[in-house]
C-alpha cells in the first residue's frame, strides 16, 4: 500500500506565478489535510477536505490560497501569484473514514512539497 | 486557543545517552498528544500517542506521558543510537483530532 504521494517535490515559481502542488492520499483514505512548515518553524494547520467538499479552512490565507479535492484524482492546493513569504514546505496528510464509535483518526503524512519563491 | 511548545534544539548527545526532549502543551477541552518523527527529506511519521491523561504511549524504545497537571509530555529514550537523529515534533489534536498544532521541532544528532 502506498504512502501519501505529493508533486512535485520541489518547485521553483516567480513571485506573481501560480503554484500547483499535488497530494494523492493513501489508498481507502477520504480525508485530507493541508499544513505549511516555515523554515524553522513547526507545521502550521491550513486546511482540511473530504471528497468534494471542504471541512474546515480557518488556517488557511484569505487571499491567494485555494484547495481542492473533487471526486476522482489528487487534492490540489493552489497558490496564486506567489510571494517570497509563500516559500514553505507544504505537506499533506490523509487519514481513512472515522471507524463507528471511534473519534481518533491517525494522519499519515506525505514527503512533502518544498516551494521556493524566487 | 490550543498551542505547543517544545524545547529549542539541536541537541546533540552522544551513542547510548538518555534523552529528554521537553514538550508543553495549552489547549481547551481534551485534547491527544502526539510526538512525530522526521527523518531528512521524509514526511513525518507518527512516534507515539497518547488520548488521556496518565497514558504513557511507547514506540522503539521511546516513551511520553501525558501530563494533565503539568500540562506536559517530555519524550524520553534510555539509550539513543546514531539511526534516532531526526527531527521530533510533539503535537496535539483538537477533540474532533481534524486539526492537529505542532510544536515547532527539536533536532536531535547522536553522535557515534
Known amino acids: 500500500n502506498a504512502g501519501v504521494m505529493q508533486n512535485p517535490r520541489h518547485l521553483v515559481r516567480r513571485r506573481g506565478q501560480e503554484a500547483r502542488l499535488r497530494c494523492s492520499p493513501m489508498?481507502?483514505?477520504?480525508?485530507v489535510y493541508w499544513y505549511r512548515q516555515l523554515p524553522e518553524e513547526g507545521l502550521k494547520f491550513m486546511v482540511y477536505?473530504?471528497?468534494?467538499?471542504?471541512?474546515?479552512e480557518s488556517g488557511m490565507p484569505k487571499e491567494r490560497f485555494s484547495a481542492e479535492f473533487p471526486k476522482e484524482g489528487p487534492s490540489i492546493l493552489r497558490i496564486q501569484q506567489v510571494v517570497r513569504g509563500d516559500s514553505a514546505a507544504y505537506f499533506c496528510?490523509?487519514?481513512?473514514?472515522?471507524?463507528?464509535?471511534?473519534?481518533?483518526?491517525?494522519?499519515?503524512f506525505g514527503p512533502g512539497t518544498r516551494l521556493t519563491v524566487l | 486557543g490550543n498551542s505547543v511548545t517544545q524545547m529549542e534544539g539541536p541537541v546533540t548527545l552522544s551513542e547510548e545517552a538518555f534523552l529528554t526532549i521537553n514538550c508543553t502543551y495549552t489547549?481547551?477541552?481534551?485534547?491527544?498528544l502526539f510526538w512525530y518523527v522526521q527523518y531528512p527529506g521524509e514526511g513525518l511519521q507518527l512516534l507515539l500517542k497518547?488520548?488521556?491523561?496518565?497514558d504513557k504511549g511507547s514506540n522503539k524504545g521511546f516513551e511520553a506521558t501525558y501530563r494533565k497537571e503539568t500540562t506536559s509530555f517530555h519524550l524520553e529514550k534510555g539509550s539513543v543510537q546514531v539511526s534516532d537523529s531526526a527531527v521530533y515534533f510533539c503535537?496535539?489534536?483538537?477533540?474532533?483530532?481534524?486539526?492537529?498544532?505542532f510544536g515547532s521541532g527539536t533536532k536531535l544528532n547522536v553522535k557515534p
Open positions: 477536505l473530504q471528497k468534494e467538499n471542504i471541512i474546515d
Open positions: 489508498k481507502g483514505h477520504s480525508h
Open positions: 496528510a490523509s487519514s481513512p473514514p472515522s471507524p463507528s464509535g471511534s473519534a481518533y483518526n491517525e494522519q499519515f
Open positions: 489547549a481547551t477541552g481534551y485534547p491527544s
Open positions: 503535537a496535539l489534536s483538537d477533540d474532533n483530532f481534524n486539526k492537529f498544532y
Open positions: 497518547a488520548t488521556k491523561a496518565d
